[in-house]
């Protein structure tokens, strides 16, 4: 019985290992090449393939996990989306978490903080929108706004923002010891791919909703977010919460890697249908007997 | 420009019709056969191919209703799933509400009021689950419980009970003066099919965790619910807000039902995508200019 199973597991599986932030080294995002393929299917017909099958299996992980948790079962997941603007976030959840049952998932975007938000600690938004047991929670954009987009328009003193990643990792830290399994990943996306995504807004009438003119000027601060963002992964990816960098540029790369981490990491979970806790040939007749 | 269309409308097409339940006319379940196939498909091939095509159409309009929110329209959809144990509302959600984005989607299953919703109006933690402008909300279980539950168990006076039809539907209609389509779908299955469905929950091990000792004490109440619905679905099928009889012993014409039900509202609805705000040209050079 998995009832008393509380803290989110790692997995040392193929992708996660291959993708995953090292801890306490310097880390180079221009390094990282965004076009890149590191592993699985080598073009897209081959990618959309993998995701169908991956889908099912998916499918099947997130229920055994709804169930178990009707016996107790406290283990979640949470999946955190970072990247720069047009780098896929809303696309991963189309087309990764649509592969779920949508009664399990708990999607949370993350806007600029209300009025009320701004009145409470940065993490008490976030405390309120973690999944429950069972669930597999998804957060667009994050706690990590407040230690990126709070780095480089400096909304904050310097003094605070530094004891914010400490902060973090303190309650990811409780959040694995409370049964979830937090996998971060960075949608990694090139500047020149960025300025495509965005002339293709343009292009298009029917995307024109998705595009902000303070698109163009947060574009022009990317160096800024590239070291906020090196920061943020180098400080805050840890054994207990390690950040994944996800190759971008492709979409149909993207996908299939975010999907391949959440299979590794809910095979590892390998969460099992509960045992009933009723007489099944008692039920059986009782259910016959009545008219 | 859609920004200033508030009302959610009603539809006249066709299943929308035919599947409503009157206005101020008596209401005989027991004449409502389970296993029709009233329109639509004739077999389950049938009903899968156009539910995929549905999805198609469905996600685009989705997307639609969702930019046009960006641009201050404030309609969205509000589909309401009510019915028997083993009813498939659990299975609507996994179908047919799998079809959309789940970013869009507001998903809210009600179990038994916790103390604190008791505390309020029963119509309290309805409303803090509504969707927002540009979402389709969907209500596994609703604010009926507290006159179908709540009248078969005799949880409240008959007095208290009896206020709350008129609550209703004034809460409803208001919600549509908000831009609110309500789409009230009761699934209707037969006494034998319910039996069968509970019966093969035993049968397998994965759908132990689906069952409960307490479902076969409910069973008991059948009639008692039966007439719960009936005097629910006459009182509150509105023109605001009507009811929909879904015949759900076939789980696919159930799906396809529902589907149907929601494209039809979808396309009278007829979001578009907003225009943008700002000089398309400029955007462009200033993105091509920038290094």
Redesign the interface.
């Known amino acids: 019985m998995a009832a008393g199973r509380a803290a989110g597991s790692r997995t040392t599986a193929a992708l996660s290992e291959l993708l995953r932030v090292p801890e306490g080294e310097r880390l180079d995002l221009s390094a990282y090449d965004a076009r890149a393929t590191p592993a699985g299917p080598a073009n897209k017909a081959e990618a959309l393939a993998d995701l169908a099958r991956m889908g099912e299996r998916l499918a099947d992980l997130q229920e055994r996990l709804y169930?178990a948790s009707?016996?107790g079962d406290r283990r979640r997941v949470l999946l955190v989306l970072q990247g720069m603007d047009t780098s896929g976030k809303?696309g991963t959840?189309?087309h990764v978490?649509?592969l779920?049952?949508?009664?399990g998932?708990r999607?949370k975007?993350f806007k600029a903080p209300t009025p009320e938000e701004q009145n409470h600690p940065f993490l008490w938004r976030i405390m309120k929108a973690l999944p429950e047991r069972g669930e597999i929670g998804i957060f667009?954009r994050s706690h990590y706004e407040d230690v990126l987009i709070a780095r480089v328009r400096e909304l904050v003193p310097r003094s605070q923002l530094g004891r914010r990643y400490g902060q973090i990792n303190r309650f990811e830290k409780s959040l694995t010891h409370d049964g979830v399994t937090v996998i971060k990943c960075f949608l990694h996306i090139s500047n020149e791919e960025q300025?495509g995504r965005?002339?293709e807004r343009?292009d298009r009438?029917?995307k024109?909703?998705?595009?902000n003119?303070g698109d163009?000027e947060e574009?022009?601060l990317w160096p800024a977010y590239q070291e906020a963002y090196e920061i943020a992964l180098e400080r805050c990816s840890t054994e207990a919460a390690p950040w994944f960098v996800i190759p971008a540029d492709r979409k149909w790369y993207r996908n299939w890697a975010i999907s391949k981490l959440l299979l590794e990491h809910l095979e590892a979970l390998d969460p099992q249908?509960?045992?009933?806790d009723?007489d099944?040939e008692e039920?059986?007749q009782?259910?016959?007997a009545?008219e």
């Open positions: 169930a009707t016996a809303g959840v189309k978490i649509g779920f049952n949508p009664s998932c999607i975007a667009d300025r965005l002339l343009l009438p029917d024109h909703w998705k595009f003119v163009i574009r022009a249908y509960p045992k009933g009723f099944v039920c059986r009782r259910l016959l009545a």
